[in-house]
């Protein structure tokens, strides 16, 4: 139900519902009011009477009924009928369209029915002349009277209540123009349209709404952006190595002397290496972004053993020693494919950045704040101004040693994130440390 | 003609360097927008071949830097991504040319000696200079008619003398049309090669302007 309907129906309803009251409160208190009024003519309509006959301006035949001529019309004004009976119990005068029979038996007010049809009387006893003056009226005429009141109240009433509905309508929706124009600059933007909200007077309402809507385009906007990089970075990492794979076959094809085909047939075999390496770490990446890893119990120091076993020969080829000191650990519980590409790719990098003769080390230990795996080299490090971008896909250091895909920190950086643990860099005296902290699983949740 | 080469990735800048070298360039290889900042201000290059990506920023960023300084020497931008906003981009940012990756060795040689002849105003592809025809692109030269056998460092001294007819070329700039930075320089080999076409050309082809440099006489 749209906000517009609900507000007009709510709001109808309830106006409906005290306007209703107000106007039967209106027509009960009228209708006493107007009874009161009545009653206080026939109290005062029988006393005059009284006192007309008591003065004898008025001359009373004791001896029969006389009927004072009066048109019998059903006019408001002629309503009233008047009875004048002696104390003894005798008819003595009464107007004309009285009825025949006594109206009212005590004094003061009090209601009869007469012929099947209901009167209010007035009685009072005139001791002087010995008679007893009864004024009455109709109670259906009465009641014609009130109603006539009563209706010229309701008529206005009736008539304004769907002017007040129709102003409730229009209210409403100017009340809500300003979502209604929020809704037509989101409708109006195109889908690749991140740009902020302009900045527009709105109420106090609206503003919160237009802050988090342009929050999340600029998150939006930023993942695009990430993307667009990832995709231009990915375009040219992929495609560089093939240029340089057709170039280096064209030289081998055309060079004139043996060292410079074997060269280019060399360069043609690194840079096969390197493309398959980028190859497999795009599709490790992709499997961290996208794939559940399952967990399972593992023993960090076989882990540990076994990537510094398959990093042998990359050492090798590089003179580098790679040495290991861990502790005896509890095994842990953790994705054991998260945590063998953090740690592999750590380990590789630190390989390519160190100098001949250098030395990779790799930690592990169980500190206060969960399990503890280091890897050191001896390498120029990463520059303080470079620690936020190191782990950023395709990015390479200016010292990059043409090697790495500029993958390796960003997969390390992925699985970390997927594994709920922390990684910290930094330099101690040469080289480079990378750091990442397991929390125990009792902490992480 | 001697070219910068400004890759980072180090198997295409070497197969670059080498490749454009078979082709009948020179060619040095840099492999930062530092480095080849360095290298435009001291070294005189016929022209450049950009990589756009590199460690310390975009390519583009360097060539939109040459323009702003007034710098027309042509430029030749490597995109791997070849779509036509990548082109327009490159185009507009003051590029003279551009191709996607991977290339072809004989492409990109091509596309930079037409490059090379468009920014000295030449139309022709071929170089003619009194009945001696000089073909860039197959590195042959013939003399009315007939083909003249010259190796590629001759060639590429004749190219240089009858590029601009009247022009007197020193011996340094000379060596440096003919050797990159990883090439060392025997003290005699200008004069060498000088030797060697005027023994193919004729003595008079070649004047030794002393203490300047050599010339071809002006107007073909």
Request: aromatic share 4%; proline share 5%; charged share 25%.
């Amino acid at each position: 139900m749209s906000i517009r309907l609900r507000l007009i129906v709510v709001l109808t309803l309830v106006t409906g519902v005290l306007w209703m009251s107000a106007v039967l409160w209106i027509a009960g208190s009228t209708r006493a009011q107007v009874e009161r009024v009545l009653d206080a003519r026939l109290a005062e309509s029988a006393n005059m009477v009284s006192s007309l006959i008591s003065d004898r301006r008025i001359a009373v035949e004791a001896e029969g009924p006389a009927r004072v001529p009066m048109p019998a019309t059903a006019d408001l004004s002629r309503q009233l009928s008047c009875q004048i009976w002696s104390l003894r119990g005798d008819l003595i005068g009464a107007s004309q369209g009285a009825p025949d029979a006594r109206m009212a038996l005590t004094e003061g007010f009090s209601t009869t029915v007469i012929d099947g049809v209901p009167w209010r009387v007035y009685a009072v006893r005139n001791q002087q002349l010995g008679v007893r003056v009864i004024v009455g009226d109709r109670v259906d005429m009465r009641d014609g009277l009130v109603a006539g009141v009563v209706s010229r109240l309701l008529w206005p009433a009736a008539v304004l209540f769907p002017l007040l509905a129709g102003l409730i309508w229009l209210s409403v929706g100017r009340g809500l123009a300003p979502l209604a124009q929020l809704e037509a600059a989101l409708r109006a933007r195109r889908p690749d349209d991140l740009r902020p909200l302009p900045d527009a007077r709105d109420p106090r309402e609206i503003r919160p709404v237009r802050r988090a809507l342009n929050r999340l385009f600029q998150q939006l906007d930023q993942i695009r952006r990430t993307e667009r990089d990832f995709t231009a970075f990915a375009a040219h990492e992929l495609k560089t190595p093939l240029a340089g794979l057709r170039i280096q076959a064209q030289v081998a094809r055309r060079a004139a002397d043996a060292a410079t085909r074997d060269r280019a047939l060399d360069a043609i075999a690194v840079s096969v290496d390197r493309s398959d390496r980028m190859v497999r770490q795009l599709l490790e990446l992709a499997a961290i972004d996208h794939e559940s890893a399952p967990s399972g119990p593992l023993d960090p120091a076989a882990l540990i053993a076994e990537i510094v076993q398959d990093a042998q020969a990359q050492a090798s080829a590089a003179q580098v020693r790679l040495v290991v000191r861990a502790e005896p650990l509890d095994p842990i519980h953790a994705p054991r494919v998260l945590m063998h590409s953090a740690l592999r790719n750590l380990v590789e990098n630190a390989i390519q950045h160190s100098p001949p003769g250098g030395q990779v080390t790799v930690m592990a230990s169980r500190g206060a704040s969960g399990l503890c795996l280091a890897v050191t080299d001896q390498g120029p490090g990463i520059a303080p101004e470079d620690r936020h971008r190191v782990t950023r896909r395709f990015w390479r250091g200016r010292a990059a040693t043409g090697q790495g895909s500029g993958l390796g920190l960003a997969i390390v950086a992925a699985a970390v994130a997927h594994l709920g643990a922390r990684l910290d860099l930094d330099a101690p005296d040469g080289g480079q440390t990378v750091r990442i902290t397991l929390p125990d699983p009792a902490r992480r949740s | 003609m001697r070219l910068l080469i400004v890759e980072d990735d180090p198997v295409l800048s070497d197969g670059l360097r080498v490749g454009l070298g078979l082709s009948g360039f020179t060619a040095d290889a840099v492999g930062t927008l530092a480095d080849a900042r360095a290298a435009l201000r001291d070294n005189d290059f016929a022209g450049v071949v950009l990589d756009v990506m590199l460690p310390d920023g975009l390519g583009t960023t360097l060539l939109a830097e040459m323009r702003a300084a007034g710098q027309t020497l042509p430029v030749l931008l490597l995109t791997a991504r070849d779509r036509v906003r990548d082109r327009v981009e490159g185009l507009d940012a003051g590029a003279d040319d551009h191709l996607g990756k991977p290339f072809d060795l004989d492409e990109l040689a091509a596309r930079l000696r037409a490059m090379l002849r468009r920014h000295q105003g030449r139309a022709r592809p071929l170089l003619h200079w009194n009945g001696i025809d000089l073909d860039p692109a197959a590195l042959t030269a013939t003399r009315d008619g007939a083909a003249l056998r010259l190796s590629r460092r001759e060639f590429a001294i004749l190219h240089a003398l009858i590029d601009q007819p009247g022009r007197i070329l020193s011996r340094a700039q000379l060596e440096e049309r003919l050797y990159g930075w990883q090439e060392d320089v025997e003290s005699n080999t200008v004069e060498v090669h000088v030797h060697h076409l005027r023994a193919k050309l004729g003595r008079d082809v070649i004047q030794t302007v002393r203490g300047v440099g050599y010339r071809v006489a002006g107007a073909g």
